[in-house]
């Protein structure tokens, strides 16, 4: 949202729709530590949190983008395709650590889920490895803890299930990553888009995952999501109450359909459609 009005426009519609719970790209590395050694800067994240607060929302809170001081060495002379994605780098040792204690204090429990990342097993460009991925996630969730013993610190949500994988998807990070993390996380969320059929397909998948490597922690939708484009708005009504629905009934913790405001019909755009509210 570009001012407060908007801002205050659009959760009012949270609010009048029900929600209880909102996810959202906040508490930006590169915003709020821009500088090595530099201030943190609270201002901006802090009148978010608040006005959250303010309309009795509960919190789940992306946190990544580093600045470019805390970059894994080796990141100079970028290509335009790693520039796009250059929010998926890694850190330095410690920097994000650093940063993620400072946040947890700043902000503690005011934050349901502080979430590390996002889908990393669907970047082919500028993507880290599973050791990147697991410091990171280590990092991450091990400073959360220190800055705040009692909050929730989940993984990255996947984008994929961990079986059946189309191109340009990495269902071996996630399978390595959620096994060798195990203790690094405290919930385990996951991003499934389409028809409630094929997410019941997907899930299926992950649970089954989850019984054979003995992952005991909540499992967590907290982004999933179909396209209203071309007349779809009564389907995407009816399914996403299945995939809410099927999701509580198999023990997820919470559940986020993504998103709130539809971002219009534009042929360009993969995400054309997505959202419940058109104006």
């Known amino acids: 949202c570009k001012t407060d009005g908007e801002r205050a426009t659009c959760l009012e519609a949270i609010r009048m729709m029900g929600a209880k719970l909102t996810r959202g790209v906040m508490l930006q590395f590169c915003e709020i530590q821009p500088k090595e050694n530099g201030p943190f800067m ?39 395709q790693e520039k796009r994605g250059w929010y998926r780098f890694a850190c330095k040792p410690g920097a994000f650590y650093g940063f993620c204690r400072e946040l947890a204090k700043h902000y503690g429990e005011r934050i349901d889920y502080y979430e590390i990342g996002n889908e990393w097993d669907l970047s082919s460009v500028a993507a880290m490895t599973s050791d990147e991925a697991l410091d990171m996630q280590k990092e991450g969730w091990t400073g959360i803890h220190e800055g705040c013993s009692t909050a929730h610190c989940i993984n990255n949500g996947w984008a994929s299930p961990v079986y059946s994988v189309s191109g340009g998807r990495r269902a071996s990070l996630q399978k390595e990553m959620m096994t060798r993390a195990k203790g690094y996380y405290d919930e385990y969320a996951i991003h499934l ?25 909540p499992w967590y939708p907290n982004e999933t999501a179909l396209s209203s484009w071309n007349g779809a708005e009564e389907t995407v009504a009816v399914e996403m109450w299945k995939k809410m629905s099927f999701s509580f009934s198999h023990g997820a913790a919470d559940y986020i359909w993504y998103n709130l405001r539809a971002t219009g019909n534009d042929p360009k755009d993969s995400e054309q459609g997505y959202g419940l509210v058109s104006r």
């Not at 397909?201 to 005991?216: A, Y």
Request: proline share 5%; charged share 25%; aromatic share 10%.
């Open 193 to 217: 888009h389409g028809k409630a059929l094929d997410y019941i397909c997907m899930v299926k998948e992950i649970l089954d995952f989850r019984r054979k490597m003995e992952i005991t922690v």
């Open 42 to 80: 609270w201002t901006l994240n802090d009148r978010l949190v608040t006005a959250l607060e303010d309309y009795g929302l509960s919190i789940n809170a992306v946190v990544y983008c580093p600045p470019a001081w805390a970059w894994k060495a080796g990141k100079t002379d970028l290509s335009p």
